[in-house]
């Protein structure tokens, strides 16, 4: 009996901690993508699941991607600012760094609808949102379901320009992407929360020595 009390307590203490407003810490996630071509779909499969690291604190982001097919992708934000930084390492490219706005154009916000509904699901303890979001851009027809959380104060690469409309980090985000006759189905899912203290050296929006700028990166 006392052991079950335990793990109910236990249980209990975790889901509080959850459910408090998180300032600063690390967030994991893991992404997984697929397509119905069966060519694309073994170049994906190469990939694997492709872990991201995100960095937050006092409303600036730091978002770490490794893989070894794709290279290094670091994308940092500040919500005052409206300013991104994103550098890319990679055999193709090179190293190059972007600098934009994270707020959307008018043009962006033409092109992209954003449904705030009234279901809710509990992902890590969390409490989520689910919006369901279609856009249009570079050519491809995007539609996603997502589960934000209003807890952390992070700042999501994927949802960083939606604008008012959407509000919160996504704990879980479902995306079909369809360009050019062809579809691809992306999963975005956070493993890991953890409060703890970050260094104010990771969010410099100074680019490093060695990257040169360009106004357009693969992806973006």
Known sequence: MRKILFIVALTLSVTMFAQQQIDEGIVISKQTMSSDNEQMNAQLAMLGDMITTTYFKNDKSRSELSNPM????????????????????????????????????????????????????????????????????????????????????????????????????????????EQQGMKMNMVIEVTEVKAENVSDDKFSMTPPEGYSKTENLPGM
């Open 70 to 177: 794709t290279g290094n992708t670091v994308f940092i934000a500040d919500s005052n600012t409206k300013k991104s930084l994103v550098l890319m390492d990679n055999a193709m490219i090179g190293k190059k760094y972007m600098e934009s706005d994270i707020s959307p154009s008018d043009e962006d916000l033409d092109q992209m609808s954003i449904e705030k509904t009234n279901e809710t699901k509990t992902i890590l303890g969390y409490e989520c949102t689910k919006y369901n979001v279609t856009m249009s851009k570079n050519g491809a027809d995007v539609k996603m379901e997502i589960y934000a959380t209003d807890k952390l104060k992070a700042i999501s690469q994927q949802a960083a320009s939606f604008g008012k409309d959407f509000s919160g980090f996504p704990m879980y985000m479902s995306m079909a992407i």
